[in-house]
């Protein structure tokens, strides 16, 4: 792709923040008609590059230059950005559940004559627009009717309508199951084909080998290469290699288990769906946890693996119907979280921005929150306590920041997600449930909270993994439960299990006796 007409060029980019060099003289080019990959570790700069792009970090805020289709530009906003032909879709969408799919289309963007907008003519463009990105939806229905999948193709359809040049995509895939993923690799393919230009920001490397032209990796806020895929000898080991500065000679870290005796016991758990009676989000589920165990639950989506844990933390998910559950041979009631925390449970979301996280907050409050009590001895927060815990779980967890005192909205998501890690580990737990906790980070961070996970089970500590990739179960898991549907339907230690008898199991009713 070198031959072809750059559409953009940044230029020896730097951006500082109060205490840290986010960029630092970062260039990129990239060619008109390509699918272009930005990839690199949590924090290595890859969305702040972006932003500087957009508009969102506006010219004079950042050293050096952007040319876009042979100017130079000085974007002041989005708007700006937007009305050049450039436009971002983040990881966290900026749809309106509330609204419309033409409304969020259009919002902004309004197709009005006197001042008066003309909704038959958007709802006519929408129904095009949809068409274009193969969306088969009314465009009157709410977006809080759509999944995550068909909202990002709403995203995709916003700037198509903005008539989008090069569209910048920030981890479209991160929260997609895998055929919504595809589609959407897919969508982005044809849009190459139509001359539009995209720019993609992705952990999934095997997706990136799929659709991008050229990679251009970034590392601790620098340019490290840009790799052309045309020219061969470009695999996932070669992209880490780049990325974190060395080669993974694994993916997971190596472990030898100690497994105790079972302390943890879910006996016929029955629990009815929120909104829908008539249907069971957990039906008739057991399952059991030993000390030192890392029991792995695997699920399509909507399987019921996250009913299932939120609903045994506390009952935070569907209506409680039945169902017992043993902790160190006694009965136990979880009638809500505090309760579930008393008990030694902790739950780590897989939605840390929602779930996980109070954005508004500190790293050092963030990691207090769930257990206050340990830093206010006498019902007043201790300061010097709360930042020398926090401090200790910096350096352990290896969040990188340059202080306690910084707001979590500011670190990146694998930062983040240590911070939420950090914040139930405070609670000294006895059972760790985590869900997704390394969804949307880099391959490196992932080796790190791999790492944390396995030091929790040397520990004594049970752990229940949720995980969407099936590699990731087998790779750290002692023990592999399935689920379909609401039902477990098998219990396999690792040593048995494959993708394929896991994928049979997540996909029919075949239950097993628990192990």
Known sequence: MTDAVPILEMRSITKEFPGVKALSDVSITVAAGEVHAICGENGAGKSTLMKVLSGVYPYGTYDGEIWFRGEVVEFKDIRASEQAGIVIIHQELALIPELSITENIFLGNEIAHGGVI??????????????????????????????????QLVEIAKALSKEVKLLILDEPTAALNEDDSQHLLDLILSLKGKGITSIIISHKLNEIEQIADEITIIRDGRTIETLDLSAGGVDE??????????????????????????????????VQHPQVPERMVAKGSNLVVRRGEI????????????????????????????GTLIKDGEEIVLKDVQSAIDHGLAYVSEDRKVLGLNLLDTIKRSIVSAKLSKVAPRGVIDANTESDVADDYRKRLRIKTPSVDVGVAKLSGGNQQKVVLAKWMFTDPDLLILDEPTRGIDVGAKYEIYTIIQQLAAQGKGVILISSELPELLGISDRIYTIFEGQITDDLPVAEATPENLMRSMTSVRQKAQR
């Open 295 to 322: 029991v792995g639950l695997a699920g399509l989506m909507g399987a019921g693996r996250t009913e299932l844990a939120m609903s045994v933390f506390g009952r935070s998910y569907g209506k409680y119907l039945s």
């Open 118 to 151: 003309d909704w038959p003519a958007a709802r006519l463009r929408a129904i095009d627009l949809l068409a274009r990105v193969g969306l088969r939806e009314d465009p009157d229905t709410k977006i809080k009717h759509l999944g995550v999948g068909k909202q």
């Open 237 to 270: 080991d070669r992209i880490i290699r780049g990325m974190v500065g060395r080669s993974l000679e694994s993916r997971f870290p190596d472990r030898t288990p100690h497994i105790g005796e079972v302390f943890f016991e879910v006996r016929d758990w029955w």
